[in-house]
């Protein structure tokens, strides 16, 4: 297992968030992966997706694939 380091990592919430605290950021820095953290957490734990991956999901929120919230 590789271990990623996170330290300094340049963390982005989405220009779509509001301000109900449901929201996430990424650190888009690293190739190949997309770290993902809860932003009223973030001292807490970060999953670590494949780049592909997080753009299929991304992309499929986009479409509208999950219904709305």
């Known amino acids: ?3 990623l380091d996170l330290v300094g990592a340049r963390w982005v919430k989405s220009r779509h ?4 605290g449901n929201c996430i950021e990424v650190a888009p820095d690293f190739p190949g992966v997309m770290p993902v953290r809860d932003s009223k957490d973030p ?16 992309a499929a929120a986009t479409a509208g694939e999950f219904g709305s919230i």
Do not use: C, K, R, Y
């Not at 968030?17 to 109900?20: A, K, L, M, P, R």
């Not at 001292?43 to 991304?58: K, R, T, Y």
């Open 1 to 3: 297992m590789t271990t």
């Open 17 to 20: 968030s509001g301000n109900g």
């Open 43 to 58: 001292e807490g734990p970060v999953l670590i997706f494949p780049a592909d991956a997080w753009q299929a999901f991304v």
